[in-house]
């Protein structure tokens, strides 16, 4: 089993604006999603990432990080694996997700559900 690497709040807030992240996901599948994402982020669920990578033609050493709800969600990590089995080589997961963001002070965006009949 690989060792992925994490990223804490305090690093990915000092990534961010310096670019050094060029892919920041919120993977929560369908069933967890509650439309909160960190701002510059986007929404690629678990389920989805090998479409996601394979639609995009992102390069293996694309720095991704993704993350979950939080603490407890195993998503963010199972969605790096995913990204290294695939042969990614700058993944990090953010394991303290939405929850320890929130818990910082920082804001979220809000996808609004589009309500197709």
């Not at 929560?28 to 510059?40: A, K």
């Not at 982020?41 to 090998?50: K, N, T």
Request: glycine share 8%; hydrophobic share 40%; with cysteine.
């Amino acid at each position: 089993m690989s060792s992925i690497q994490i990223i804490t709040t305090e690093q990915l807030t000092q990534a961010l604006p310096q670019h050094a992240i060029a892919e920041l996901w919120n993977v929560l599948t369908e069933d967890y999603f509650t439309g909160e994402m960190i701002p510059g982020s986007r929404r690629v669920p678990l389920d989805q990432i090998g479409r996601e990578v394979a639609a995009r033609g992102l390069a293996r050493d694309t720095a991704i990080v993704t993350y979950c709800s939080g603490p407890t969600c195993p998503q963010s990590r199972m969605a790096a694996e995913k990204l290294v089995a695939l042969g990614f080589t700058n993944v990090r997961a953010y394991e303290g997700g939405l929850q320890a963001w929130k818990e910082s002070g920082r804001g979220v965006e809000r996808l609004v559900a589009s309500t197709a009949a």
